[in-house]
């Protein structure tokens, strides 16, 4: 390695030996490096490893307990990857869930998101700055968690602070089991996601359906990255219902006509996709997120991934509502985001209608009416976007895409 390592680099060594040589010359003169050394246990002992899943059975993950131990061990760095077929998501159901929490830190207190010594972490990819679903501690046991592609990686990453007292017997560390499902048949029930069809084979069904369902007293908004339609037959379509059932109300049919800015978005909690195919099981492809909110169809949310659409509420149509709906993007640790606004047009009333950028300490960093946006890039992996409206807004509204940007 030579010029500049990302602070989150991480090596590990295949064995119990580790060679480190610094070599220079008398061109230049730098600071140097720092690193800090870390003695873990290996993939021989439990700890970490590739685990390949199989579509028609599950596999189960225990922590490890080295010589038989009542509990895991202290200065553990378990990296497990684990990979579903081609197509396939990965989904995680916990059986038993014991890893501490801070020394003399009421954790029920502070809650399971708040785990700083002990933890389980979660990435959506293999990758060391992957998206984290969740980091996870104490004595609950997490909800669901499952990919959005068919990488997962899993850590379990312990401190020096477990002794080997009686009351320490009750961390035993996790038990998870790794069930696979691909994109038909599939219920959304995140806050938000990420929702991308996959080429159907030929042993795949002529008809896909998939449901995202949102908490009570919220709506959801899906919003199209791209939709790859068939020009040349009219029985390839996707269908979207606002409801959970074909009997719910047909909210629109994409079929031979490309439509550049799609979004939908539902009266009620649940949306229905149904990717019908022909008789050659040909399908419509798309990429697409979603996101729920409890602020009125379409206004606002939070969404967490490396790429991403927003929209306007109800775009294309002009939203004639007093209101104030804000828009959280959020990309991986270690990045940037990037904001693009592919459409934008508010009308002509700006002194009550427009638009914000704001960063994570909430100041504002520019507000926008009349004019189009410049491209956005933040100081780090986090922007708001808030949308002012009244009844009197005139424009039919924008369109913005971001992107995780090193």
């Not at 934008?344 to 507000?367: A, K, M, P």
Request: aromatic share 12%; charged share 15%.
């Amino acid at each position: 390695m030579c010029g500049y390592v990302n602070s989150s680099t991480t090596i590990n060594s295949s064995g119990n030996e580790v060679l480190l040589q610094l070599v220079t010359d008398i061109s230049a003169a730098y600071t140097g490096f720092q690193v800090e050394i870390i003695f873990s246990y290996s993939e021989s002992a439990g700890c970490g490893g590739q685990i390949d899943l199989n579509p028609t059975s599950s596999h189960t993950l225990k922590s490890p307990l080295i010589g038989n131990s009542f509990v895991y061990e202290n200065y553990l760095d378990c990296t497990w990857n684990i990979k579903a077929p081609h197509d396939y998501v990965v989904n995680v159901e916990f059986i038993s869930f014991h890893v501490s929490s801070c020394y003399n830190v009421n954790q029920t207190a502070l809650g399971i998101s708040t785990c700083n010594c002990d933890f389980v972490e979660f990435r959506d990819g293999i990758n060391p700055n992957s998206i984290i679903i969740g980091t996870y501690c104490g004595h609950t046991l997490p909800p669901q968690i499952h990919s959005t592609y068919e990488y997962m990686s899993v850590r379990l990453a312990t401190d020096g602070e477990l002794a080997s007292s009686e009351s320490s017997r009750s961390y035993r560390g996790f038990e998870i089991e790794f069930i696979t499902s691909g994109f038909c048949g599939r219920n959304y029930t995140d806050s938000q996601g990420r929702i991308k069809s996959r080429y159907p084979t030929p042993e795949d069904s002529t008809d896909c359906y998939t449901l995202i369902t949102a908490p009570e007293h919220h709506t959801v908004a899906l919003y199209f990255l791209f939709i790859t339609p068939e020009y040349d037959n009219e029985n390839v379509y996707l269908d979207i219902f606002d409801g959970n059932s074909t009997t719910s109300p047909l909210l629109v049919r994409f079929a031979k006509e490309a439509v550049r800015y799609s979004a939908v978005f539902s009266t009620g909690k649940s949306l229905l996709l149904h990717n019908h195919g022909g008789d050659n099981k040909r399908m419509l492809t798309f990429d697409s997120n979603y996101v729920a909110t409890d602020k009125g169809r379409g206004c606002g949310g939070k969404l967490n991934n490396v790429v991403g659409r927003v929209m306007s509420p109800l775009y294309p149509e002009v939203y004639r509502q007093k209101s104030t709906c804000e828009w959280e993007l959020e990309t991986p640790h270690g990045t940037r985001v990037m904001v693009h606004f592919e459409v934008f047009d508010l009308g002509v009333v700006c002194d009550q209608n427009y638009l914000q950028l704001v960063n994570r300490d909430g100041n504002t960093i520019s507000t926008f009416c009349s004019e189009t946006p410049a491209d956005y890039t933040s100081v780090d992996n986090y922007v708001k976007i808030i949308f002012t409206t009244t009844l009197n807004n005139g424009g039919t509204g924008w369109v913005a895409d971001f992107v995780a940007i090193a």
